[in-house]
C-alpha cells in the first residue's frame, strides 16, 4: 500500500496536518519513516494510531489518552492497558456515586421536602448552639466539618467556629440524612452537589445532565475498545510484549 501523508491522516479526522506532526512527536504515533528530502511517511499502522488517540480522548481524557498511546508505542502494553483499567474503575466509583447521590436526594425529598435556600433564621451560631438545636453533641457536628460537610467561618478574635445560615441549613440536610443512614461520605457530596447547583430541584436536574455525561463515557469507552484493539493488530496482536 502507498504511503500516507500527514494531510491524509488529518483529513479523516479534520484537524490540522500540524496536530498530526504535534502527536507523533509526543509519541502519541510511532515514529514516521522519512523520505531522503525529509518529509513523513504514515502507513495504516499510523493511521490506526490516530484513530485510537482519538477515540480515547472523550473516554479518557487528553492526559490518560497520550499516555496510553506513549506506552503501547514503547511497546509497554501491560502499563497502557492499567491505564484503561483504572479509567473503567473510576467511571464504576462515578456511578456509584452517583446512585448514592440520587438515593439522598430521594430521601431528602421525601422525609422533608428540603430546598437549598437558607434557613429562615438568619443569626448565627455556635458549633455548642448548632449541636443543641439538632440535639446531638458538639463532636458530631465537628465530625461533620472533618467530613467536608460543614465549612464554618471563624471568628477572628476567638477562633471559635461560627455557623451561619447556610451551614445551618447544611447541617440539618446531614443531620436529616444521617438519620436516613447515609454515611458521611456520600453526605458530603450531596450538600457539596447542593451548594453548587442551589437547591435539590436544581440537583435533580444537574443528577439527570450527570447521568448521560457518565453514559456517554461509557459508550466512547466501548468505541476506543474498538480502535485499540486494530491497532494493536498492527503492533502485533495480544500477543505483543511488555517491556519492563
Same mark, same amino acid.
Given at each position: 500500500?502507498?504511503?500516507?501523508?500527514? #494531510?491524509?491522516? %488529518?483529513?479523516?479526522?479534520?484537524?490540522?496536518?500540524?496536530?498530526?506532526?504535534?502527536?507523533?512527536?509526543?509519541?502519541?504515533?510511532?515514529?514516521?519513516?522519512?523520505?531522503?528530502?525529509?518529509?513523513?511517511?504514515?502507513?495504516? %499502522?499510523?493511521?490506526?494510531?490516530?484513530?485510537?488517540?482519538?477515540?480515547?480522548?472523550? =473516554?479518557?481524557?487528553?492526559?490518560?489518552?497520550?499516555?496510553?498511546?506513549?506506552?503501547?508505542?514503547?511497546? +509497554?502494553?501491560?502499563?497502557?492497558? !492499567?491505564?484503561?483499567?483504572?479509567?473503567?474503575?473510576?467511571?464504576?466509583?462515578?456511578?456509584?456515586?452517583? /446512585?448514592?447521590?440520587?438515593?439522598?436526594?430521594?430521601?431528602? !425529598?421525601?422525609?422533608?421536602?428540603?430546598? #437549598?435556600?437558607?434557613?429562615?433564621?438568619?443569626?448565627?451560631?455556635?458549633?455548642?448552639?448548632?449541636?443543641?438545636?439538632?440535639?446531638?453533641?458538639? #463532636?458530631?457536628?465537628?465530625?461533620?466539618?472533618?467530613?467536608?460537610?460543614?465549612?464554618?467561618?471563624?471568628?477572628? %478574635? !476567638?477562633?471559635?467556629?461560627?455557623?451561619?445560615?447556610?451551614?445551618?441549613? /447544611?447541617?440539618?440536610?446531614?443531620?436529616?440524612?444521617?438519620?436516613?443512614? +447515609?454515611?458521611?461520605?456520600?453526605? =458530603?457530596?450531596?450538600?457539596?452537589?447542593?451548594?453548587?447547583?442551589?437547591? !435539590?430541584?436544581?440537583?435533580?436536574?444537574?443528577?439527570? =445532565?450527570?447521568?448521560?455525561?457518565?453514559? =456517554?463515557?461509557?459508550?466512547?469507552?466501548?468505541?476506543?475498545?474498538?480502535?485499540?484493539?486494530?491497532?494493536?493488530?498492527?503492533?502485533?496482536?495480544?500477543?505483543?510484549?511488555?517491556?519492563?
Amino acid at each position: 500500500m502507498s504511503p500516507l501523508r500527514p #494531510a491524509d491522516l %488529518a483529513r479523516e479526522h479534520g484537524i490540522s496536518t500540524q496536530a498530526v506532526r504535534n502527536y507523533e512527536r509526543h509519541g502519541f504515533l510511532p515514529p514516521a519513516e522519512r523520505t531522503a528530502s525529509g518529509y513523513r511517511l504514515y502507513t495504516e %499502522a499510523h493511521a490506526a494510531a490516530l484513530r485510537a488517540y482519538l477515540s480515547l480522548v472523550p =473516554a479518557y481524557g487528553y492526559a490518560a489518552a497520550g499516555r496510553i498511546m506513549s506506552a503501547l508505542n514503547r511497546n +509497554h502494553l501491560d502499563e497502557a492497558l !492499567t491505564i484503561v483499567d483504572r479509567g473503567h474503575g473510576q467511571l464504576l466509583r462515578d456511578r456509584d456515586t452517583l /446512585d448514592a447521590v440520587r438515593t439522598a436526594l430521594q430521601h431528602l !425529598t421525601a422525609e422533608s421536602g428540603a430546598v #437549598a435556600a437558607p434557613a429562615p433564621d438568619t443569626g448565627t451560631r455556635t458549633v455548642g448552639e448548632l449541636a443543641h438545636r439538632l440535639g446531638v453533641t458538639p #463532636a458530631t457536628v465537628r465530625n461533620w466539618e472533618d467530613a467536608g460537610i460543614l465549612t464554618p467561618a471563624r471568628d477572628r %478574635a !476567638t477562633g471559635y467556629r461560627i455557623f451561619h445560615a447556610d451551614d445551618i441549613r /447544611d447541617a440539618e440536610l446531614a443531620h436529616l440524612l444521617r438519620r436516613g443512614g +447515609h454515611p458521611l461520605d456520600h453526605i =458530603a457530596t450531596v450538600v457539596q452537589q447542593i451548594r453548587t447547583v442551589g437547591g !435539590t430541584d436544581a440537583l435533580a436536574a444537574s443528577l439527570e =445532565a450527570w447521568q448521560r455525561r457518565l453514559t =456517554a463515557q461509557g459508550l466512547a469507552m466501548l468505541h476506543a475498545a474498538t480502535h485499540l484493539s486494530a491497532y494493536l493488530t498492527h503492533l502485533g496482536g495480544e500477543d505483543q510484549a511488555d517491556a519492563r
